[in-house]
């Protein structure tokens, strides 16, 4: 496995990040494996050298982060890893995602959700607990929150450093000025700033290239993009002739995935990906994840249901492109609407 610095910072990290959201209650959502079917899959990301892992406390109510923890300390030294986790959303089973369907009428109770000062100390200090951990790596804001001053965010965010209980800090999708405004406020005030972006990107959902990514080279943050296989679409095993068609559990019942991709020319790239992953002797997920290491992407954060996807994952690693091929996966892609903000 290779490692490389999160951003601008001393922190080493490998090149792939696990995503545990796959690992925690199946009573979330139904392709969530619980904790003895997960804690093999965690096992070999660490003994493939990964020491990356990312989280969040709404990710089965919780019960990823505390699987989370559970798992690195049984598998890992802590001085060696990086653990990440986010926040924003609820932390209650009924609480699917922001970007679940607009029918969903959950409403969140008072104080339990956003990015408000009382929020975020109440937040981190239950991540804490959750995770078994004295401190958190990177801690992520989920989302914007429209509704909090971002001033009283970062400020708030700035102060959980200074205390102790986080090392580092990210932001997840926004707009590229959202995050400009962010970074620039705590400087200007000499509070911590954000050294990496957790948006998302893919080659399905190129969208981040126009101004997200540009602003994050230039500053020196790290990009570590969520659903690098575009929730498991970039696999190849998704069906044009129906949503509800596919050889996973997760496949048929993403509604998610299904909102966000399942256009023509999203099928046409699951196609041209498939065509040379074949002919590289390759699978999809690998030839993925080696595109987006050659966008110059720090890590990847990818999800595994089951072993031989984490083999997959860290073959990307040694996998070359040319500028043929790549351009050749990029051709024929059609703009898309910005997706993933919410």
Same mark, same amino acid.
């Given at each position: 496995m290779q490692t490389t610095r999160l951003g601008n910072t001393g922190l080493v990290v490998s090149r792939l990040c696990l995503g545990m959201m796959t690992y925690g209650?199946? %009573?979330?959502?139904?392709?969530?494996?619980?904790e003895a079917a997960s804690r093999p899959l965690v096992k070999r990301a660490v003994e493939q050298?990964?020491?990356?892992?990312?989280?969040?406390?709404?990710?089965?109510a919780g019960e990823s982060e505390r699987l989370t923890g559970s798992f690195l300390?049984?598998?890992?030294?802590?001085?060696? =890893?990086v653990v990440a986790t986010k926040l924003l959303y609820p932390v209650d089973m009924g609480f699917g995602s922001g970007m679940m369907p607009k029918?969903?009428?959950?409403?969140?109770?008072?104080?339990?959700?956003?990015?408000?000062?009382?929020? =975020?100390?109440?937040?981190?200090?239950?991540?804490l607990q959750r995770l078994g951990l004295?401190? =958190?790596?990177?801690? +992520?804001?989920?989302?914007?929150?429209?509704?909090?001053?971002?001033?009283?965010?970062?400020?708030?965010?700035?102060?959980?450093? %200074?205390?102790?209980?986080v090392r580092?800090?990210?932001?997840?999708?926004?707009?590229?000025? +959202?995050?400009a405004k962010a970074q620039q406020i705590a400087r200007s005030r000499g509070w911590t700033p954000f050294v990496a972006m957790q948006n998302h990107y893919n080659l399905a959902y190129r969208e981040e290239e126009r101004e997200m990514i540009p602003l994050c080279r230039d500053q020196g943050v790290a990009l570590i993009p969520w659903s690098p296989l575009a929730r498991g679409f970039l696999a190849g095993n998704r069906s044009a002739d129906g949503k509800n068609a596919g050889v996973t559990s997760r496949a048929a019942s993403d509604e998610i995935a299904q909102n966000l991709y399942y256009r023509a020319s999203d099928f046409q790239t699951v196609a041209r990906l498939t065509?040379?992953?074949?002919?590289?002797?390759?699978?999809?997920?690998?030839?993925?994840?080696?595109?987006?290491?050659? #966008?110059?992407?720090?890590?990847?954060?990818?999800?595994?249901? #089951?072993?031989? +996807?984490?083999?997959?994952?860290?073959?990307?690693?040694?996998? %070359?492109?040319?500028?043929?091929?790549?351009?050749?996966?990029?051709?024929?892609?059609?703009?898309h609407p910005v997706l993933g903000h919410s």
């Open positions: 209650s199946p %009573k979330w959502r139904p392709w969530v494996l619980d050298g990964i020491n990356f892992f990312d989280t969040a406390d709404m990710y089965s300390r049984e598998f890992c030294r802590r001085d060696e =890893i029918g969903n009428t959950y409403v969140a109770p008072p104080n339990t959700s956003g990015l408000s000062r009382k929020r =975020i100390f109440h937040a981190v200090d239950a991540s004295d401190y =958190i790596d990177l801690y +992520q804001i989920h989302r914007w929150d429209p509704m909090t001053p971002i001033e009283e965010t970062m400020e708030a965010l700035h102060d959980v450093v %200074k205390a102790g209980k580092y800090l990210g932001a997840s999708s926004m707009w590229a000025w +959202q995050f065509e040379m992953a074949r002919s590289r002797g390759v699978a999809n997920a690998t030839l993925a994840y080696a595109w987006l290491l050659h #966008k110059g992407v720090t890590a990847p954060i990818f999800g595994a249901s #089951k072993l031989p +996807q984490i083999d997959e994952a860290v073959a990307a690693v040694e996998l %070359k492109l040319s500028a043929e091929e790549m351009a050749a996966l990029e051709a024929g892609y059609e703009p």
